[in-house]
């Protein structure tokens, strides 16, 4: 292992540079528990968690809430790689809780669930949570999808961090998937993301000078009791030195591989981009109030937002940003082996889970038949069904 600067806590030591591939890729999909009579959520992760670990073993984790369950991908050198192994983890999810009476879904909110039913997972760390957030734990399960990327020096790491700040919006704006809380339209694309704002330690973070200022940042808090390791800091993007990695967290789980792969590979061509050229605008890295403002645009407008750009003073559409941004980031992707799976993006742009789940709500047995749709595409085999407006009604 190797340290930044003499007395670094032992958290804080990235791995040897020689033990992280640059690029390599590992995702996280959190994942809803449903009980098929009415497509509602199952707080069943106690009676789940020992068959999904014992046919998926390290690959499944529980979650805060009893309905959520997180499958993690191993480290993969490309997204194809990790797009078909995080089918085959789907698949045998579903394989395994079907002779138990329960289905699987993946999206950023269930649309009907409420707060009184929740129930908190009986692990060690998420009673701590709820502990120390009481019936801020409670609140509606919220379901994400998160991006390791592996940057073997920390200091690049935290350059590809302070970057990544400018380009959350964006990628919140592509992934929004949760229209819905409680039953109600919410008349945002992402509801998600102001139900997980409810907990402290979130949102986009402040730039760091280096890794060394990120670290004594961190490790005051840990000295102070604030919270027991570093992973209990949320931020949408974040270090992760035990990994040698920078996860990216801020965006909404996908309904089918296809548009996690998307994600993904853009994810992936970005930090490449950043790290090898640079191509944020300096100004928004470095003004917190409108990535903050843009947070908010994109979590309620999705792709239909105009977000900041402060060196332009004006608001410009996210659509226009994103065709600058893979302009950039194709030849990135080209070079990782991610490019058939980047240009999958634009048909998401058109076509976001948000929308996709209003029009289907519009139809048929509205929620309970949405909730139902989405589980029956939880496991498609990457390739065969992605998002398209031609779609858009008729796709579940």
């Not at 139809?363 to 031609?390: I, K, Q, T």
Request: proline share 7%.
């Amino acid at each position: 292992m190797s340290a930044p600067a003499s007395g670094t806590k032992d958290w804080a030591l990235w791995p040897d540079a020689a033990k992280v591939t640059p690029y390599t890729i590992g995702v996280e999909e959190e994942v809803m528990l449903l009980s098929p009579r009415d497509f509602s959520l199952a707080s069943e992760i106690d009676a789940v968690l020992e068959p999904l670990t014992k046919e998926l073993g390290v690959h499944v984790t529980a979650e805060t809430h009893g309905s959520a369950i997180e499958l993690a991908t191993g480290i993969n050198a490309d997204v194809p790689s990790a797009a078909a192994e995080l089918t085959s983890m789907r698949r045998k999810t579903g394989q395994i809780l079907d002779p138990m009476g329960l289905r699987a879904a993946s999206a950023g909110t269930h649309p009907s669930a409420v707060w009184s039913e929740t129930k908190v997972s009986s692990g060690e760390r998420y009673q701590f949570v709820y502990g120390s957030m009481r019936e801020l734990a409670r609140r509606e399960p919220t379901f994400a999808v998160h991006v390791h990327v592996g940057v073997p020096d920390p200091e690049n790491a935290i350059k590809l961090v302070n970057r990544l700040r400018a380009h959350a919006p964006l990628l919140l704006a592509l992934s929004v998937n949760s229209p819905f809380w409680q039953g109600r339209d919410t008349g945002l694309s992402s509801a998600r993301t102001p139900l997980f704002q409810a907990f402290p330690r979130v949102g986009i973070p402040r730039r760091f000078e280096d890794y060394a200022d990120y670290v004594e940042t961190v490790d005051l808090l840990l000295r102070c009791e604030a919270f027991p390791e570093p992973t209990f800091l949320w931020w949408d993007i974040r270090p992760q030195p035990r990994f040698g990695t920078v996860e990216v967290r801020i965006m909404d789980a996908q309904t089918t591989v296809d548009e996690t792969a998307a994600l993904v590979a853009l994810v992936q061509s970005i930090a490449k981009l950043e790290i090898e050229e640079g191509f944020a605008d300096d100004m928004l890295c470095g003004s917190p109030e409108v990535l903050d403002e843009n947070r908010f645009l994109a979590a309620r407008d999705g792709m239909h937002a105009r977000l900041i750009v402060p060196s332009a003073e004006r608001r410009v559409p996210a659509r226009e940003l994103l065709n600058d941004l893979l302009e950039a980031a194709g030849p990135h992707a080209g070079e990782l082996g991610c490019y058939e799976q980047l240009s999958w993006i634009g048909e998401l742009a058109d076509s976001t889970g948000s929308v996709r789940q209003l029009a289907v709500s519009r139809e048929g047995d509205r929620l309970e038949g949405l909730v139902s749709a989405m589980s029956d595409s939880f496991a498609v085999e990457p390739g065969s069904r992605r998002p398209s407006r031609l779609e858009i009604g008729s796709r579940y």
